[in-house]
């Protein structure tokens, strides 16, 4: 069935260091992903979203490529900061009936000064 | 932008009970989804509402779940009865459109713990 997979749990980085997070799915529809962000006691918020394979897509510094033929959504940035400290959702959304999203397990990302 | 609120934030409850959980959507938005997510694991779809009807559920959506949305009010999930499983926090969104591209716009969750 569909799913979405997040490699690493917990993520600890000093500031101003790269960041990849891993995101890959499978589904046997077009793919929609979408990176959501959530910061303690907030609600998720969407950070990224694409359907066009081998296109990078950006927001506020963070960006990433929907490559098909590999099934992936890494999500990035160049230099992590403070404030970059949340929780990250992989999410596929299914792209019949409800367009529900399925979740991955989320990557907790610390930075650290 | 715009925000969904949920109400209340913690519900703590004794197992038989029926709770109900609120949500606020966006104002001008028309599809509604409930999402549960158990502690540790990821978030996952219940069911989700448009234009008074359900339109889809999950097989987590038990007979024991109900959705409504009386007149524009609020969004609501009921649980009669309710059960020790049913602790998780449940996430309440809403999005204007459907289709691939359309953002759910998600509330900061209703924790509840079933004793």
């Known amino acids: 069935g569909d799913s979405v997979t997040q490699t690493e749990g917990l993520v600890t980085l000093t500031k101003g260091l790269p960041v990849m997070l891993n995101c890959t799915y499978q589904?046997?529809?077009?793919?929609?992903l979408f990176w959501y962000v959530q910061h303690l006691n907030e609600a998720p918020k969407l950070l990224l979203k694409?359907?066009?394979?081998?296109k990078r897509t950006e927001h506020q510094g963070f960006y990433a490529t929907l490559h098909k033929s590999s099934s992936s959504f890494h999500l990035q940035k160049s230099s992590v900061q403070l404030s970059d400290s949340a929780l990250y959702f992989c999410?596929?959304?299914?792209?019949?009936?409800?367009?529900?999203?399925?979740f991955g397990s989320g990557t907790q990302l610390t930075v650290m000064p | 932008g715009p925000k969904v609120l949920q109400i209340p934030s913690h519900q703590i409850i004794d197992m038989g009970q029926m709770v109900t959980l609120n949500c606020d959507p966006v104002?001008?938005?028309?599809?509604f989804y409930w999402y549960k997510q158990i502690l540790g694991q990821q978030m996952e779809f219940l069911v989700n509402f448009y234009n008074g009807k359900v339109m889809e559920k999950s097989k987590l959506f038990k007979d024991q779940f109900s959705v409504e949305r009386p007149d524009g009010s609020y969004f609501t999930l009921k649980i009669q009865p309710t059960a020790l499983e049913d602790s998780a926090v449940y996430f309440c969104a809403s999005s204007l459109g459907t289709g691939g591209h359309a953002e759910q716009f998600f509330g900061p969750g209703t924790r509840l713990t079933v004793l």
């Open positions: 589904t046997t529809y077009s793919p929609f």
């Open positions: 999410a596929l959304s299914l792209s019949s009936g409800s367009w529900q999203l399925i």
């Open positions: 104002s001008n938005h028309l599809y």
């Open positions: 694409s359907s066009t394979d081998n």
